[in-house]
């Protein structure tokens, strides 16, 4: 189940980030020997597609910290994040990592499987990610904006390293990210109720 594991921390990743797991893989395979990407992903390791990867990163660093940008930014990405993290979870779930002794064996020969979960898992993270900007940027009149973007990026670094090196902890990734769904589900929930509360008090 390692490449499973794998496979969704780098879909979650993607979600948060859809640059940084790519450029994971793609740099820790072309430098090192901690992961050998599968034959169909070896391109995430070309010199150019790695240029063009962090050009794409640092214009989704800025604009992500950036107030009404970043909606803007998360509009666009709704689909750039999902396809992101189908290409991170068919490429990860299938690599030679050295936490993986049989790379691909989860998934036999159903190639569309990992893509297609490595896209629902991304489009969920991405899902609450869009969901909770705007409670932030409300609630600290934008001035959370960077802040929140940055821990975002330093997660989706994380996430990426750890589901290569040590996928088990993916699992404690992912329970933070479950909590964090509900909190902003229900913190969402509180401020309708608030806002439909002071309408009928206006109006009663």
Not at 61 to 77: E, L, M, S, Y
Not at 80 to 106: C, E, H, K, W, Y
Not at 118 to 146: D, E, M, Q, W, Y
Request: with cysteine; net charge neutral.
């Amino acid at each position: 189940m390692l490449e499973a594991l794998t496979g969704t921390g780098l879909a979650a990743s993607a979600g948060l980030n859809a640059y940084i797991p790519l450029m994971v893989m793609g740099l820790l395979a072309r430098y090192t020997d901690v992961i050998d990407l599968p034959q169909g992903w070896s391109w995430l390791s070309n010199g150019w597609v790695l240029v063009i990867l962090a050009v794409l990163l640092a214009v989704e660093v800025v604009a992500d910290k950036v107030p009404i940008v970043d909606h803007a930014n998360d509009v666009v990405q709704t689909v750039v994040r999902p396809t992101a993290g189908g290409l991170a979870f068919g490429a990860g779930s299938g690599a030679q990592t050295v936490t993986v002794s049989n790379p691909g064996s989860f998934f036999g020969s159903h190639q569309w499987v990992p893509v297609a979960a490595g896209v629902l898992i991304a489009l969920c993270v991405h899902g609450v990610k869009a969901a909770a900007r705007p409670v932030v940027n409300v609630s600290t009149a934008g001035f959370g904006a960077p802040i929140v973007s940055t821990i975002e990026d330093i997660g989706s670094f994380l996430m990426s390293v750890l589901a290569i090196l040590m996928p088990i902890l993916v699992l404690v990734g992912i329970g933070l990210f479950v909590w964090l769904a509900v909190s902003v589900v229900r913190r969402r929930r509180r401020k309708r109720e608030r806002a439909a509360s002071d309408t009928a008090q206006l109006f009663g």
